[in-house]
Nanobody
Framework: QVQLVESGGGLVQPGGSLRLSCAAS??????RNWYRQAPKKERELVAS???????NYADSVKGRFTISSDNAKNMIYLQMNSLKPDDTAVYYC?????????WGQGTQVTVSS
C-alpha cells in the first residue's frame, strides 16, 4: 500500500504561481499524474510523467504547468504558473503502477482576485 499526501494548494490571484507537492510513503514507479476536479465537473488528467521521463499535459495547461518527480525522495511536483480562475479545482496526485493505482486526498487550489 502506498499513501500519497499532497500539499501546496491555496488561494492565489490570477497570473500567480503555485507549486504542488505529493509525498509518497514508499518507492513509486509507473505513471505519476496530477488530476483535478472542479465543482460540477468531471475529474480530468492535468499532467503525467512516465518512467522514461516523458511528460504529457492537458491542452488547457500546456506552457503553464510543469510536472516533475524526484524518485530518490518519492516526490511528485506540479509547478503551476500564469494561473487562471478556470484552474480552480481540487488537485489530486495519482500513481498508476499497472496492477495498482493510488490517489492522494487532494489539495484545493483557488484562483481569484
Amino acid at each position: 500500500q502506498v499513501q500519497l499526501v499532497e500539499s501546496g494548494g491555496g488561494l492565489v490571484q490570477p497570473g500567480g504561481s503555485l507549486r504542488l507537492s505529493c509525498a509518497a510513503s514508499k518507492r513509486i514507479f509507473g505513471s505519476r499524474n496530477w488530476y483535478r476536479q472542479a465543482p460540477k465537473k468531471e475529474r480530468e488528467l492535468v499532467a503525467s510523467v512516465d518512467t522514461n521521463g516523458s511528460t504529457n499535459y492537458a491542452d488547457s495547461v500546456k506552457g503553464r504547468f510543469t510536472i516533475s518527480s524526484d524518485n530518490a525522495k518519492n516526490m511528485i511536483y506540479l509547478q503551476m504558473n500564469s494561473l487562471k480562475p478556470d484552474d480552480t479545482a481540487v488537485y489530486y496526485c495519482n500513481v498508476n503502477m499497472g496492477v495498482r493505482e493510488y490517489w492522494g486526498q487532494g489539495t484545493q487550489v483557488t484562483v481569484s482576485s
